[in-house]
């Protein structure tokens, strides 16, 4: 194989891709990066308040990127959203469920033990990881069974390899997300087609809103004490930053890993490999 030929490997014009939660700042910047690729890119999310701030970064390739309110735990919000696909840009060749997130509703916390947390923070919790994942494959998926081909990426977590202290119903969900991986990966390729495939990245530790408080001190700007535990089990002594997802996202994204699916990728500057001494 030669560079150029590998080079076009990268190239996704003229394909179509969904990014669920893709408004936020991770999803984002997948967005971003697909579009540069060449790809057509429709945005799932809740919440669109983001999606200026991305074309705006795309400047002339803007108008291959556009925007849908989606609640990705309602069939019809997605079917919807199948629809609009479809009529702005045609046929779907990727997915990308990045919509998830935990809630301090289902986090231990000092004042929370693990038998206080409430059914409805854990059950939102649940509902957004796993069904926010299962639902979009179940709907948006089906045009890759019409097409014999097709490509889906979830994100699991740090929480799938090891259950992190104070989120339980996070690292459950997780954990339930790399699990179905494997197993729509295989199912799709045993009953469908062997050129549709399934894989997630499992990130490390970046820093968000949704885990700000838990990380940094909201009154010095410090690290928590967990904070600070983390940076010393990474090996690379930091957080991550929102590229370095990229190019194992592109990669699995794209023709160069033709043969491979079912996988949970880490992108963790090694904490999954440090045992701590």
């Known amino acids: 194989m030669d560079l150029q030929e590998l080079m076009r490997m990268y190239d996704l014009t003229g394909k179509t891709f969904a990014v669920t939660g893709g408004a936020g700042a991770l999803g984002g910047d997948v967005v971003v990066a697909l579009a540069g690729c060449g790809a057509n890119v429709m945005i799932l ?12 970064r795309l400047g002339s390739r803007a108008d291959q990127v556009d925007a849908l309110e989606t609640n990705v735990m309602k069939r019809d919000s997605l079917e919807a959203a199948g629809e609009a696909i479809k009529k702005r840009f045609g046929t779907l060749h990727g997915l990308v469920n990045a919509a998830g997130g935990n809630s301090p509703r289902a986090t ?9 947390i409430p059914e409805e923070g854990l059950r939102f919790v649940l509902d957004l990881n796993i069904l926010g994942t299962f639902m979009p494959c179940q709907v948006l998926a089906k045009q890759f069974v019409e097409t014999g081909e097709g490509v889906i990426l979830n994100y699991s977590s740090m929480n799938a390899y090891r259950p992190l202290t104070n989120i339980a119903a996070y690292s459950a969900a997780k954990a339930a997300v790399s699990n179905f991986t494997a197993w729509l990966a295989t199912y799709l390729a045993q009953n469908y087609s062997s050129r549709i495939r399934v894989n997630a990245i499992a990130p490390g530790f970046f820093l968000g809103e949704q885990n700000r408080f838990l990380l940094i001190d909201k009154d010095t700007g410090a690290w928590t004490a967990r904070g600070q535990r983390i940076i010393d089990h990474t090996p690379m002594g930091r957080l991550g930053n929102p590229e370095d997802l990229l190019g194992c996202i592109l990669w699995l994204l794209s023709p160069a890993s033709s043969f491979v699916t079912g996988i949970t990728v880490p992108v963790d500057g090694g904490f999954s490999a440090y045992a701590g001494v």
Do not use: Q
Request: proline share 5%; glycine share 10%.
């Open 45 to 56: 999310d809740l919440r669109l308040g983001g999606v200026d701030a991305i074309k705006e």
């Open 108 to 116: 231990v916390n000092p004042t929370m033990s693990f038998f206080d």
